[in-house]
């Protein structure tokens, strides 16, 4: 079967009630786009889940509502080309392109003015470092999941927060869907994969890496010590990161990785997640301890 690229939101939701109406299942992979073997990993999960017969749509769209105007919303890296042609070879079934305009409507007095807002684990981490990013993320994955109609969502868990923010967000507003949080995958060397690598220059590719390490260290002290105190952990981590010169640490957080509530006693199963600027390039990661 050939893959289809759909741009419309009716058609886009034609095609899902059809499907459903079939009896197929529809598995969805929400992205940004410019796509590397991680987005790939998690097609594969898709397909794995609603079998051989099962529909798996991939969606692009670099959504503007989760940039602030400080952000790298018009730098953000798009090669479409490339990834219509990533695409096939996985077999994706549907090329998912909403636009702008039907994704945010602003003509003939129809004006957007409705956002979906989680309130409690969103504030955290990532939440306080960027105040308006998950009002957009819980947006527009939830007006995605009412274009696509999936049976399963696969994320990657490189996004820790955001995983859990929509399992939330989920699970309150009856979505009738399962969200699957996929593992995250690696360059060899250890960096997470991520369509910001791209911006990484020179030598902050390698100065990149302080995230790995820093996690693996910490697991492993976490291994031997057994119960260790989280002020004791992030200093540590924060005397890593300014040792390489690129490098800026702009939080690292240890919790429950259920509630995502910050712990003072770190020890194993404790979830860490830190987020660092190197050079201008802001990369996140996180491990379970």
């Not at 759909?6 to 034609?14: C, D, L, S």
């Not at 695409?87 to 994706?92: P, Q, T, W, Y």
């Not at 990532?126 to 105040?131: D, F, K, L």
């Amino acid at each position: 079967m050939l893959m289809r690229k759909v741009t419309k939101v009716g058609a886009m939701q034609r095609l899902a009630r059809q499907w459903r109406q079939d009896g197929l299942r529809i598995g969805f992979v929400p992205t940004m786009g410019f796509l590397h073997d991680g987005h790939l990993s998690l097609v594969r999960r898709a397909r794995q889940i609603v079998g051989p017969k099962g529909m798996v749509v991939l969606s692009i769209y670099v959504n503007p509502m989760q940039f602030a105007p400080t952000e790298d919303l018009a730098a953000y890296p798009r090669d479409l080309a490339r990834d219509t042609e990533l695409c096939r070879k996985e077999a994706v079934d549907v090329l998912f392109l909403p636009m702008n305009e039907e994704m945010y409507p602003a003509d003939h007095g129809r004006e957007f003015s409705t956002a979906v807002v989680e309130e409690k684990i969103s504030r955290c981490m990532e939440g306080a470092s960027r105040p308006t990013h998950f009002r957009g993320v819980t947006t527009v994955v939830a007006k995605l999941f009412n274009m696509v109609l999936p049976d399963v969502a696969v994320f990657g868990a490189k996004d820790f927060q955001q995983g859990a923010v929509i399992q939330r967000m989920v699970r309150d507003l009856n979505f009738p869907l399962k969200v699957v949080v996929a593992p995250t995958l690696r360059e060899s060397d250890g960096l997470a994969m991520s369509s910001r690598n791209k911006y990484l220059q020179g030598d902050e590719r390698r100065q990149a890496l302080v995230l790995s390490r820093c996690l693996r260290q910490t697991r492993e002290r976490v291994r031997k010590e057994g119960v260790v105190a989280a002020a004791r952990l992030r200093d540590a981590v924060a005397a890593m990161v300014s040792a390489e010169p690129a490098a800026r640490l702009d939080y690292v957080e240890f919790f429950d990785p259920e509630t995502l509530v910050a712990v003072e006693a770190v020890e194993p199963g404790t979830q860490m997640a830190m987020a660092t600027f190197v050079g201008r390039t802001r990369l996140i990661d996180n491990i379970k301890l």
